[in-house]
């Protein structure tokens, strides 16, 4: 084991300080990773607040990870010292059931393995992320990444990118659909602007008035205050298709009233509270409401060429990592434009 200089979480109550974390020996197909930035998901302050019940302390959290490869085993073939590469979300799966074959990792019917919080499969213990110097993981999962975009707004599209990615093109959103992004943070942003990049009419839906201009400036057509009664009728039965991003609890039922016949609401925010939603909400219209966690990793590769293609990055604000307490206290706010990354020089 080999000790790393990390920040991370000692309780749900106690805020990200500096620690110390035992990183496992590489092996044959592990490629090792110094890190030069890490986003910071919402799902890292869900997990480091304990807010899904499923935390155990300590947690190192940061799951969209570029660096530079610093050193590989003798097998791995994808990777040499001196390349940038990415690690998202996973670094571990079976390899062997049916999602995994059909690369859908993250559905992994024995488990995945997360990038925090998982245990590793050798026996070797707890999975820690990205707020760290270094990190490794076998080659399978670690991401090639291109060098024609800007690097440290890159990395967020290693969990936003491909977490808004996957189901725009499971449900073959393109020309002619009618989507509706519902929270302008994260996971919003780089919604609206994939959508736009596959061709789609995106409309913003968003409870903060302040973020109009800039949710056009990413190519939403439309924008609409969802607190604003007259402007919620203009979209009644409009979409075809919603991607709800919303980290905070709210209503389901008020949005599936946005859909047309057959639309479907896709939700990827992950609030705490369980929802009710009366089966004649969906009865009448046909409509659906689904899910859709991260991307497996050759799909998270399609999201990464596609966005060097599109020259799609994220609107980061580049943090210190001291900072990090405050960057939480501002996705509370929805105070974020629109990713913090940590900058890791600063630990
Ligand atoms: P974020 O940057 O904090 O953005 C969340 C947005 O939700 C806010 O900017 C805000 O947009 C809206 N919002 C916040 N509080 C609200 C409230 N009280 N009422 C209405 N809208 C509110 O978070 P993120 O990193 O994008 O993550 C969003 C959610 O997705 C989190 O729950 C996260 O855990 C989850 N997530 C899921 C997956 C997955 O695989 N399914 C992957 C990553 C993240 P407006 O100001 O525009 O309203
Ligand atoms: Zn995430
Ligand atoms: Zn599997």
Not at 157 to 174: F, M
Not at 294 to 300: D, K, L, S
């Amino acid at each position: 084991m080999s000790a790393t200089k990390a920040y991370g979480a000692q309780s749900a109550t106690t805020p990200i300080v500096p620690l110390t974390i035992e990183r496992r020996e590489p092996k044959p197909h592990d490629v090792q990773i110094e890190i030069k930035y890490c986003g910071v998901c919402h799902s890292d302050l869900h997990t480091a607040r304990n807010e899904w019940g499923m935390t155990v302390f300590p947690i190192v959290p940061g799951h969209e990870i570029v660096g530079v490869v610093t050193a590989v085993g003798s097998h791995v073939k994808k990777f040499k010292a001196g390349d940038i590469a990415g690690i998202g979300c996973l670094v571990d799966s079976c390899r062997d059931c049916d999602n995994c074959k059909d690369g859908l990792e993250q559905y992994c019917s024995n488990g995945m393995v997360g990038t925090y919080g998982g245990m590793e499969k050798d026996g070797s213990g707890a999975t820690h992320g990205g707020y760290s110097k270094s990190i490794l993981a076998h080659e399978d999962f670690v991401l090639r990444i291109s060098d024609k975009l800007e690097l440290a707004a890159t990395a967020p599209l290693l969990c936003a990118g491909i977490t808004t990615y996957s189901p725009l093109r499971h449900w073959k959103v393109g020309k002619g659909t009618r989507v509706g992004v519902l929270g302008l943070g994260g996971l919003g942003h780089m919604g609206v602007k994939i959508a736009v990049a596959m061709g789609a009419e995106v409309t913003m839906l968003s409870h903060s008035p302040s973020k109009e201009a800039d949710a056009k400036r990413l190519g939403a057509q439309k924008f609409i205050l969802t607190s604003d009664a007259a402007q919620i009728k203009e979209v009644m039965g409009y979409f075809d298709f919603i991607l709800d991003t919303v980290s905070a609890d709210h209503d389901y039922n008020f949005y599936l009233g946005l859909l047309r016949t057959s639309g479907v609401m896709v939700c990827v925010g992950a609030p705490a509270a369980p929802a009710t939603v009366p089966a004649f909400n969906l009865i009448f219209g046909r409509k659906s409401i689904a899910g859709s966690l991260i991307g497996g990793i050759p799909e998270t590769q399609e999201m990464l060429d596609f966005c060097a293609e599109h020259n799609i990055v994220s609107d980061i604000e580049l943090i210190r990592m001291d900072q990090i307490n405050e960057a939480y206290d501002r996705l509370l706010k929805s105070d974020v434009k629109y990713r913090f990354v940590i900058d890791m020089s600063t630990l």
